[in-house]
């Protein structure tokens, strides 16, 4: 099976802009989870999308939101960019989330100027 | 709230050295732990977890935790190192149910010196 992808890659905005990131599970897997990755900050959990439903989300201002679509692709938006915007934004699946193991994509590295 | 904490953000050793990265989790509840890898330039990965029975559980290359539920510990330990186990790891957990979200720590990075 194909892993986790995410596109774009590299990304680099400025201030006050937004950006959508986009993210495919494994064939077969419903739950998608972003996290962003900063060093020393480890993985900040942001949320986590199910059968097109957001299932839980994380302690991040409304700036960061996202959604599901029916094939399970998702999708992160982050308006008004700000300097400290700047991460790696993993994607991961699971088969239905929780307890499951989850399965990383590669990343998009978002560098805010 | 749930958070997990690592006791050492950054660890050196020589190869064959043993390996003992701490952590730690809050959550009151049963949980489910895990323990991920990421190598360089590589994607994050899982390297053991723990559900239920056996507190002692073994993972890929070599790895073991154990899971000390008086001290709310999850401990990675790896007898002799290898310069290959350089890389960055994460201790996370989760409640029981699907509806649980996954906590992560902050990561140890362990840099095996040839």
């Known amino acids: 099976k194909a892993g986790v992808t995410q596109t774009p890659r590299y990304l680099i905005k400025t201030r006050g802009q937004q950006v959508t990131l986009s993210c495919s599970p494994i064939?077969?897997?419903?739950?998608v989870s972003w996290y962003q990755q900063t060093p020393g900050q480890g993985l900040q959990f942001l949320f986590e999308?199910?059968?097109?439903?957001?299932?839980n989300k994380g302690n991040f201002p409304g700036r960061f939101s996202g959604r599901q679509f029916s094939n399970s692709r998702s999708e992160m938006n982050v308006s008004t960019l700000e300097l400290g915007d700047s991460a790696l934004y993993l994607c991961?699946?699971?088969?239905?989330?929780?307890?499951?193991?989850?399965?990383f994509g590669p990343g998009t590295r978002l560098t805010v100027l | 709230a749930q958070s997990v904490s690592q006791h050492n953000h950054h660890v050196i050793l020589s190869e064959a050295a043993s390996l003992e990265l701490g952590c730690n989790y809050s959550y009151g509840g049963t949980v489910n732990l895990f323990w991920y890898v990421q190598y360089p330039g590589q994607h994050l990965q899982l390297l053991l977890k723990y559900f239920s029975g056996d507190p002692l559980v073994k993972g890929i290359k070599g790895f073991e935790a154990e899971f000390i539920k008086s001290k709310f510990s999850f401990n990675l330990r790896k007898p002799s190192v290898q310069w290959s186990d350089t890389a960055e790891y994460f201790c996370a957990e989760s409640g029981k149910t699907s509806y649980d979200k996954v906590i992560f720590g902050p990561g140890t990075s362990l840099s095996v010196i040839p």
């Open positions: 991961a699946s699971t088969p239905a989330g929780g307890t499951d193991t989850q399965y």
């Open positions: 064939s077969g897997h419903r739950s």
């Open positions: 999308y199910f059968s097109e439903t957001q299932r």
